[in-house]
């Protein structure tokens, strides 16, 4: 098979100095001679390599979660054979996969052969959300099958059909959908919570209404770190329906659309977790002035979701997060700049990024009502 031809060479100026030298075959060759530089080609070899087997890795993590490997030994140590049985998969192929597995930092190999749960894969059991979230890759995985079409905007997404609440009208009394869907992001939100209110202090405050929030697991969180507080929640009626009793008389409970109705008025904060990067602009502008409006004068806007690393990309939020909802095709995700020029346009004052320690969990910005 012909190599594909190599780049023609760079005019000069067209490409930053380091970009021209990586082009150099001479370079290359240097660097493979050299001890310094060849630790950098070694490394850079090797970050290429983690991007280009990526799909891979998840894919064996996805088969791992599947066959319910990590669960088994989260009871205890097992043989292959054992495993092989337990998992209906042949001890040659699913001895690959656990080998992947303890490579991945996930499982790890005892002495006598048997195979364990790594602090990776029990950490992964442990934090909510992450096993939900990985069962419903496979939707996202089928829509980039075809990358290019998917980008070119050829691609009928099965991901925008597994979320069909941000199409207004297809919003409909759906309620096992609602609730599919409310349960995976309930899951997610621990963390989302944790980080939110790390970076946001509400014990000044004295009302917060969660515009969004789903069956209420945001506001479940506050409850918690500020029992001071009353909690309102907003949302849609198939999906407050979903609301655990448990929360209910904690909770006062609002259906609507913000896309249609007036936000309740009363809160002095209100909180917008993951919404934004579900809708365009069109949507964002209006339900921006929405909450604007139903804020006293002073009043708080807190909004918390992934967001892009704007002019340094992310490679978590840039990547994952933004294809997703580009494959989701309603939203998009925003960066801190790009969401405060929009609270702007709104009428907010006084916006303040503040970024996540954590960037594939949340990053939050802050407004005031002036
Ligand atoms: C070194 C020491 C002290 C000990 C070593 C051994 C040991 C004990 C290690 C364990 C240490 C430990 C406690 C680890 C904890 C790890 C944690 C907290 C990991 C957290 C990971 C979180 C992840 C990966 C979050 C992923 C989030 C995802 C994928 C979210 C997806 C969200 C989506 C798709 C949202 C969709 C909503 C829509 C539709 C866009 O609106
Ligand atoms: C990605 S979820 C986030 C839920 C929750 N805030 C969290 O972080 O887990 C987006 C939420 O916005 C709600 N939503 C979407 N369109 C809406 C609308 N027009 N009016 C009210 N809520 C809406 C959905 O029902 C869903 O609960």
Known sequence: MNAEPRPPPARPGAQGFLTRLAMSPRFHRLAARLPGLRWMARREGAELFSIISGFVQSQALV???????????????MSTDDLSRRCAIPPEPLAVLLRAGAALKLLSRDRRGNWALAPRGAAFLTVPGLEP???????????LSDPLAFFRGQTETALAGFWPYVFGPLATENAPLAARYSRLMAESQVLV?????????????RQLLDVGGGTGAFLAEVARAHPHLTLSLFDLPQVLAAVPDSLRGRIACN????????????????????????????????????VCAALPQGGMLVV????????????????????YTLAMRTGR???????????????????????????YVTSV??????
């Open 63 to 77: 088969a791992l979660v599947e066959a319910r490997v990590l669960h088994i030994l989260a009871a205890g140590p």
């Open 304 to 323: 918390s979701e992934p967001m892009s690393g704007g002019a340094k990309p992310d490679p978590a939020t840039d990547v994952y997060f933004a294809i």
């Open 133 to 143: 979230m990985v069962r419903h890759h496979h939707v996202l995985y089928g829509d």
């Open 333 to 359: 995700t925003r960066s801190a700049a790009e969401i405060a020029t929009l609270l702007t346009a709104a009428g907010f004052c006084g916006v303040q990024s503040r970024p996540g320690d954590r960037p």
């Open 193 to 205: 919570a944790q980080d939110t209110l790390r970076l946001v202090d509400l014990s000044q405050r």
């Open 365 to 370: 910005v802050v407004a005031r009502r002036p």
């Open 255 to 290: 259906p609507g659309s913000f896309r249609t109705d007036p936000l309740p008025t009363g809160a002095d904060t209100i909180s917008l977790v993951r919404v934004l990067y579900d809708h365009p602009d069109a949507v964002v502008g209006p339900l921006l002035a929405s």
